[in-house]
T-cell receptor, first 112, second 111 residues
Framework: DAGVIQSPRHEVTEMGQEVTLRCKPI?????LFWYRQTMMRGLELLIY????????DSGMPEDRFSAKMPNASFSTLKIQPSEPRDSAVYFC??????????FGPGTRLTVT | AQRVTQPEKLLSVFKGAPVELKCNYS??????LFWYVQYSRQRLQLLLR??SRESIKGFTADLNKGETSFHLKKPFAQEEDSAMYYC?????????????FGSGTRLSIRP
């Protein structure tokens, strides 16, 4: 298994543009998590899904952020419109239980 | 409120010296505590969890409920231990809880 797959690995975009980050979890895992990592705030949970259903989105910073999981093998995190303060590394993780999560390599987003 | 505090953003020690990465938590019930590690150019991965009571790569961590701490320790640091370390907490209820991560400590081992 290739593990959790994220794309793109790097994204540079201009303020105001729409950004879509993609994640393919490990097959068979029924939890999927989206995190944001910054120097100032460390690792923050944005949203997580269980069996494709969003369970807790209290970490989503504002309405500009949205996440979907249309099936067990794919999830997206969308930012529209993007702002410079959204610049961060975004991680996707999946797991069989909440405890041991397997992380993807991350997407480094830069908004200019 | 659930909270994980790692007071040190950066910890630098010499090779062979003891290491202690501090972690304190706030939780009203019986939490599960974890340490995750991110080596340079690698993915964030689970290092150890308190229920396993294991020693992984020479690291141990003991849950102290009285002090609400879960400090990570290693008696003799090695250069390959240089990484970012995150302490994390979950509610211990396998049907619910998310994991709350601390802000992380960057450990740098000097030769």
């Amino acid at each position: 298994d290739a593990g959790v797959i994220q794309s793109p690995r790097h994204e540079v975009t201009e303020m105001g543009q729409e950004v879509t980050l993609r994640c393919k979890p490990i097959s068979g895992h029924d939890y999927l998590f989206w995190y944001r990592q910054t120097m100032m705030r460390g690792l923050e949970l944005l949203i997580y899904f269980n069996n494709n259903v969003p369970i807790d989105d209290s970490g989503m910073p504002e309405d500009r952020f949205s996440a979907k999981m249309p099936n067990a093998s794919f999830s997206t995190l969308k930012i529209q419109p993007s702002e410079p303060r959204d610049s961060a590394v975004y991680f996707c993780a999946s797991s069989l239980s909440v405890a041991e999560q397997y992380f993807g390599p991350g997407t480094r987003l830069t908004v200019t | 409120a659930q909270r994980v505090t790692q007071p040190e953003k950066l910890l630098s020690v010499f090779k062979g010296a003891p290491v202690e990465l501090k972690c304190n938590y706030s939780y009203s019930g019986s939490p599960e505590l974890f340490w995750y590690v991110q080596y340079s150019r690698q993915r964030l991965q689970l290092l150890l969890r308190h229920i396993s009571r294991e020693s992984i790569k020479g690291f141990t961590a003991d849950l102290n409920k009285g002090e609400t701490s879960f400090h990570l320790k290693k008696p003799f640091a090695q250069e390959e231990d240089s990484a970012m370390y995150y302490c994390a907490l979950s509610g211990g209820d396998s049907s619910a809880s998310k994991i709350i991560f601390g802000s992380g400590t960057r450990l740098s081992i000097r030769p």
